[in-house]
């Protein structure tokens, strides 16, 4: 391959304190430096990375430690979006789609059939839609604004269309590059949270400001199976400050579908604050305690189970009671556990003020959580 060497690229004489370099070749953008580390992998990464970074470049390092060809590369920073994001677009307009589709038969009581005949029939869900992706997206987009505030490269949110009961299963973002430091892994990881957090309660507020649904006759007799979504205490709370009620006598009256934004930010916060892998929780806790946070991931789906084993054998409670949901994020918190948080460069500790933070968002966390969220009664 070609030959490579510019005094406008990295700063090679930064990497040749710490790597005999013995060739550099180019690969489109990226820039292969083949050599020899004269530190172990993670010092060499550490000592170079501010260089290159303000250099305007991510680097990354493998070493074999045997005396064999060790490799660093070096890749321009992109923190921008490129042309038009379509994958991002589709999977929003598709998630739009499914959220009304859903919200519509499920929580605005449109008969199927209706629907089939006037697909239009359901922008009457509009609201529904409107809480459920305003809650989700600001979660994400918190992150997204804070990443882009530390020049992190992180994409715009990918939204995940679903069925019921929600339409979707929620959003993510993908970080790329070298995360800086604890304090970058800190406030991206909690920036999600706090945001989606604040849009749940406008959005439960406003929900819970607004008339009641009546549920019409035919669905009410309807011998279909009932989900119930009971309350997280900061719902209550909420309900309570306003001074508006979450259940009615007449059990065909229910609270606005715009509640239900409000509840699905709560719960989805409460899964994303779990301490494990690429997890709000998991990035946090690893920047609040460090190379400490693996030992309190190991724990979260021993906690998981036990808290299914309790609701199976102490409560009685089955599969459809929140059992199961337990005991599928035990199993999938063993499987991500394995994928953990991004690693810092730099370790400094993080502030006290940061770490107060840190408490605070997990006790509101604690605030919506649940043994029993979710039963499905049958019918």
């Given at each position: 391959m070609e030959q490579f060497e510019s005094a406008d690229g990295p700063p090679v004489e930064a990497l040749r304190a710490v790597f005999d370099v013995h060739e550099t070749?180019?690969?489109?953008?990226?820039?292969?430096?083949?050599?020899?580390?004269?530190?172990?992998?993670?010092?060499?990464?550490?000592?170079?990375?501010?260089?290159?970074?303000?250099?305007?470049?991510?680097?990354?390092?493998?070493?074999?430690?045997?005396?064999?060809?060790?490799?660093?590369?070096?890749?321009?920073?992109?923190?921008?979006?490129?042309?038009?994001?379509?994958?991002?677009?589709?999977?929003?307009?598709?998630?739009?789609?499914?959220?009304?589709?859903?919200?519509?038969?499920?929580?605005?009581?449109?008969?199927?059939?209706?629907l089939t005949a006037n697909p239009l029939l359901a922008l009457q869900a509009w609201p529904f839609t409107a809480a459920v992706l305003g809650v989700l997206s600001v979660h994400e987009l918190g992150h997204y604004l804070m990443g882009k505030y530390h020049g992190v490269n992180v994409s715009l949110p990918y939204l995940i269309p679903f069925i019921f009961p929600f339409g979707t299963l929620g959003a993510i973002i993908r970080m790329r590059g070298q995360m800086p430091d604890r304090k970058a892994l800190f406030d991206i990881g909690v920036a999600g949270p706090l945001a989606g957090l604040a849009a749940t309660i406008v959005v439960t507020v406003i929900g819970l400001s607004l008339e009641p649904m009546t549920v019409p006759a035919w669905a009410f007799s309807s011998s279909s199976d009932v989900i119930i979504f009971n309350n997280p205490p900061l719902l209550d709370a909420i309900a309570t400050i306003l001074g508006r009620p979450t259940e009615y006598p007449d059990p065909r009256t229910v609270v606005h579908p715009v509640v239900i934004g409000g509840w699905v930010g709560m719960f989805f916060t409460v899964l994303n604050l779990l301490p494990v892998g690429q997890l709000d929780g998991g990035h946090m806790v690893r920047a609040m305690l460090?190379?400490?946070?693996?030992?309190?991931?190991?724990?979260?789906?021993?906690?998981?189970?036990?808290?299914?084993?309790?609701?199976?054998?102490?409560?009685?409670?089955?599969?459809?009671?929140?059992?199961?949901?337990?005991?599928?994020?035990?199993?999938?918190?063993?499987?991500?556990?394995?994928?953990?948080?991004?690693?810092?460069?730099?370790?400094?500790?993080?502030?006290?003020?940061?770490?107060?933070?840190?408490l605070f968002t997990f006790a509101l966390g604690a605030a919506c959580f649940l043994l029993v969220p979710i039963q499905v009664i049958p019918g």
């Open positions: 070749r180019t690969d489109g953008e990226r820039l292969v430096y083949y050599g020899e580390s004269l530190v172990p992998e993670q010092m060499l990464v550490r000592e170079v990375w501010p260089a290159f970074r303000q250099a305007g470049y991510e680097v990354q390092a493998q070493t074999t430690g045997f005396g064999g060809t060790d490799v660093v590369v070096a890749e321009p920073i992109s923190t921008g979006v490129d042309g038009i994001p379509w994958k991002n677009v589709a999977l929003f307009v598709a998630t739009i789609v499914s959220t009304l589709f859903v919200g519509a038969v499920g929580w605005y009581y449109v008969p199927l059939s209706d460090g190379e400490r946070q693996e030992s309190l991931a190991a724990a979260v789906p021993l906690v998981l189970f036990g808290i299914a084993g309790y609701l199976h054998y102490v409560r009685g409670l089955g599969i459809n009671e929140s059992v199961g949901l337990w005991f599928f994020w035990g199993l999938l918190s063993t499987f991500i556990a394995y994928n953990g948080p991004a690693d810092p460069v730099d370790e400094t500790p993080l502030g006290t003020g940061r770490i107060a933070v840190g």
